[in-house]
């Protein structure tokens, strides 16, 4: 059974940084590429970043890119989301997801993913 564990959400004013941490057990981790996505209340769920099997491609949303850093520790069995300069609007559930196949462009799509985890809240206050 495959489960996926996201960590280190919490509030944070704008202008901070946070951290998040997703660990994967259950599958040789190298397997998945791995993807960050966000809700918002009342929002659809939406494409944040995801890294390749290997770590050595990565792919972001517009609204995020500079900002935010999706890395992965293949020996950890985590995904990583550093977050800098956060923004009210980056206020959502953070949700990490797995995915069999190869990282593409078809990867910004839920629609993509295999697993999820049960998400963390990210608050920025302003």
């Known amino acids: 059974q495959v489960q996926l564990v996201e960590s280190g959400g919490g509030l944070v004013q704008a202008g901070g940084s946070l951290r998040l941490s997703c660990t994967v057990s259950?599958?040789?981790?190298?397997?998945?590429?791995m993807g960050w996505f966000r809700q918002a209340p009342g929002k659809e769920r939406e494409f944040v970043a995801a890294?390749?099997?290997?770590?050595?491609?990565?792919y972001y949303a517009d609204s995020v890119k500079g900002r935010f850093t999706i890395s992965r520790d293949n020996a950890k069995n985590t995904v990583y989301l550093q977050m800098n300069s956060l923004k009210a609007e980056d206020t959502a559930v953070y949700y990490c997801?797995?995915?069999?196949?190869?990282?593409?462009?078809?990867?910004?799509?839920?629609?993509?993913?295999?697993?999820w985890g049960q998400g963390t809240q990210v608050t920025v206050s302003s």
């Open positions: 997801g797995a995915d069999l196949k190869y990282m593409s462009s078809k990867s910004r799509w839920v629609e993509e993913y295999d697993y």
């Open positions: 259950g599958r040789p981790f190298s397997t998945y590429a």
């Open positions: 890294i390749s099997r290997t770590g050595g491609s990565t």
